[in-house]
């Protein structure tokens, strides 16, 4: 089953020929993913009125209109790219704080290293870029800013991590992400692919990527292609007010999913 609609914003930019895929994790990847601009983080405000409360005299409508366009001007309104850039890092969190990566590790016998970490983080983050590109893929509307947003707070989860494990070699290191960059943009193109073609094409990608072209146990292979497959079902059912205005977000247990 697909994510169908994030597959139909997604159908123009994915690369269909899985060897050239494949290519981009032995070399640069040829897709680049646009970091917007930072914005202000800042909640927004409602303005809740009583049944009962008498109709306001023009003096005071006028006020009403004038703390509007102030409050609107610094951002304390619901619809503003401050408000998806705190859901943003709100959906970032979910993965970071709440997929149990222990569970990855032994299930699927990946080495408890930052690598592991940045793999299984990887995979869940290009499931919430996919759900994010259905809210709108066009320059200007809220599901692009909102992907560049994930984007923007997984690399600062990653270079904060990255730092305190080679506190002694920051030039080692940022090596080391610039690496996981390049990579990472060639596992969106790898796993885009996947998620819009059958079971074959997913278990592909996810066998170059996340396995790293070193697993020969199918049933594993085939117990994640599931896995993926229900979180993005899980994702597509979420509404607009689920996924962006009060963020959702219930990862399916990896240990409920078997073949």
């Not at 996810?206 to 146990?217: H, Q, Y």
Request: with cysteine; hydrophobic share 45%.
């Amino acid at each position: 089953m697909l994510c169908t609609r994030a597959a139909a914003r997604l159908a123009g930019g994915i690369a269909r020929n899985p060897w050239v895929a494949q290519q981009h994790f032995k070399q640069t990847a040829a897709l680049s993913v646009v970091f917007e601009q930072s914005c202000r983080l800042c909640s927004n405000t409602g303005v809740v009125d009583a049944a009962n409360k008498a109709k306001p005299s023009p003096a005071a409508s006028s006020e009403g209109g004038i703390l509007k366009r102030v409050l609107t001007k610094v951002g304390f309104t619901p619809n503003t790219k401050a408000r998806l850039k705190v859901t943003s890092h709100m959906l970032y969190e979910s993965v970071a704080d709440k997929i149990n990566y222990v569970a990855f590790f032994n299930d699927f016998k990946l080495p408890n290293t930052f690598n592991s970490w940045f793999l299984v983080t990887e995979l869940h983050v290009w499931l919430l870029l996919m759900r994010a590109m259905a809210e709108g893929s066009e320059t200007g509307e809220d599901g692009r800013f909102l992907r560049n947003c994930i984007v923007e707070a997984m690399w600062g989860d990653v270079n904060t991590r990255a730092k305190k494990l080679g506190a002694n070699n920051p030039s080692r290191t940022r090596q080391q992400i610039e690496t996981l960059s390049e990579q990472f943009q060639a596992a969106l193109i790898a796993y885009d692919e996947g998620i819009m073609s059958d079971d074959i094409v997913l278990a592909g990608a996810l066998w170059r990527r996340f396995f790293e072209m070193n697993c020969d146990d199918y049933v594993q292979i085939e117990r994640l292609v599931k896995y993926v497959r229900q979180q993005a079902v899980m994702l597509d059912s979420l509404s607009r007010d689920q996924f962006i205005t009060k963020p959702k977000v219930a990862w399916l247990d990896l240990d409920k999913c078997k073949v």
